[in-house]
C-alpha cells in the first residue's frame, strides 16, 4: 500500500484543473503542470512510496496504470499521453551522466547543433522520412476508455517546429541556410508541419484529450534563436494551423518554449493563439512578471526555477512556492510546477517539499 510524503491530500479534478488554465476564477486548490517527469525520477517516487503496489507487473497494461497512480499520487489532474512511432531521426551526441538517478544505460545525449542529417538536397531526397500511416495509437486508445472520470489527458508532446527544422539540419547549417538557400528550409518546414498535423489530428480523435501540448524551444538566454520574420515564415504558421484545429474541437493549446522570447510573445498570443506558456528561468523572466504581463490574455504554468530546486534547501523552497501562489494564484492561469521539467538531477525530496507547499497553500 502506497504512504504519502504530503501534509494535505488532494483528489484529482480535471474539470476544475481546465477551469484553472481557462481563468474562470480563482480556484480552490493548487493545480499543478509539469511538461515532464524524467523516467528514473518517477521510477525512484514510486519504489520509495509503493506507489504501484496495486499494479500486477504482468499485467499487459502495467505501465498505463502505473502512469495513472503516480499521477495521482503527486497531484496531478492528468496523464500525457502521446502518438507512437512518429517521430525524425537525428544526430545525438552522448555524454556519461553523472546525476544519482541515472538514465538507462548511464548517458544524456543532445542534439548535435553543427551538420544535422539534412544539409542539401541530395540528404533531403535520401532522408527516411517518418510513415504517418504507421502512426499508432494504442495508448491513446487504452487511456480514453480507462482513464478515471476525474482526470483528463493532456495529448503530447507535439509542436517541436523550430527544433525539428534545426535538429534536422543542425543550427549552424540552418542559420547558414536561411540565407543561402530558404526553399530547402521551407521544404523541411513543409515536412515537419505536415507530421505534427498529422499527430494532432490523431490526438483530437480521442474524447478526453483536453489540452494539446506542443514543445518548441525557440530562444536562448538572451534573444530567440533566430529572427522574428523568420519565425513568422517558418514556424509560426504551423503552430496558428495546430491551435486553430485544437480551438475548433474546443481543446486548450498550451506552448513550451524555453528562452527569451519576449519579442515573439505578441505574435504568439495574438495571432498563434496560445492559451498558456510554460518554461520559465529566473535568469530570463521570473513567473510572477509573466503572469503579470500576460495574464490577461494566456495562462502561465510552472516557473520554480530548475536551478533554484537543484540548489536550495527546503524552508528556501517553501517560501518561494508561497510567494509565487501569493501572486499568481488569484483568478486562475496558473499551475505550479518546475521551469521547466522534472529532470533526474533535482533533488526528490525538493520537488516533493514544492509540491507539498502548494497543496498547503490557500489564497
Known sequence: ?????????????????ISCVKREG?????H?????????????????????????????????KKQIAIQRFLGYDYVKVGVEKLGFSFERLTVDDDSELKKAGGKRTFAEEHKGPITNWEEFEKYQWPDLAKAETKALE??????PDDMVIIGGLTGHIA??????????TLCYAFYEDRE?????????????????????EFPKVKIIWASDDMGYKTQPMFSPSDFREFVFPAHKALAEITHKKDRLYFLHACGKIDLLMDDLIHDVGIDAKHSFEDTIEDVASAKNKYGKHISVLGGIDVDFLCRADESSIRKR???????CHSGGGYCLGTGNSVANYIPVDNYLAMLDEGRKYSS
Open 163 to 172: 527544433e525539428e527544422i534545426t535538429w534536422l539540419m543542425g543550427y549552424e
Open 184 to 204: 530547402l528550409v521551407k521544404a523541411i518546414y513543409d515536412k515537419v508541419f505536415a507530421l505534427h498535423l498529422h499527430y494532432v489530428n490523431l490526438l483530437l
Open 1 to 17: 500500500m502506497a504512504y504519502s510524503p504530503f501534509t494535505v491530500s488532494v483528489k484529482p479534478d480535471g474539470d476544475a484543473f
Open 142 to 147: 487504452w487511456f480514453d476508455r480507462n482513464l
Open 32 to 64: 499543478f503542470a509539469e511538461l515532464f517527469l524524467d523516467a528514473e525520477f518517477e521510477s525512484a517516487i514510486g519504489e520509495r512510496y509503493n506507489v504501484y503496489s496495486a499494479v500486477n507487473s504482468s499485467d499487459p497494461f502495467a505501465s498505463y
Open 321 to 327: 512556492v508561497r510567494e509565487t501562489l501569493e501572486k
Open 26 to 30: 480563482t480556484p480552490k486548490r493548487t
